[in-house]
């Protein structure tokens, strides 16, 4: 699978779908028909393959090195040489 292809499909599982089936629930609501047959099978699929594409992702990820957002290298420190009010220069 290419870079594009991955996108596009993550796309379409993650806006497309859901857009669709909100679409087809409120359809139903206002024309008073029965949709849980319908969104139920759309949900299944596009479950399915989301778990097939995250394992993709995990594939293509799995010989990358993993960095890790919580740690730290360096401590946060304020700077010390800004004038504060009452210093002399400060004003």
């Given at each position: 699978m290419t870079n594009t292809q991955y996108d596009v499909a993550k796309r379409v599982l993650v806006m497309v779908v859901p857009a669709a089936i909100t679409l087809i629930s409120g359809f139903g609501a206002l024309f008073k028909f029965d949709t849980e047959y319908i969104v139920g099978s759309i949900t299944l699929v596009s479950t399915f393959l989301g778990v097939l594409l995250n394992a993709a992702s995990n594939d293509y990820n799995a010989d990358k090195p993993?960095?890790?957002?919580?740690?730290?290298?360096?401590e946060f420190t304020l700077p010390t040489d800004f004038p504060r009010k009452d210093d002399k220069n400060g004003k």
């Open positions: 993993r960095i890790d957002p919580y740690e730290v290298d360096n």
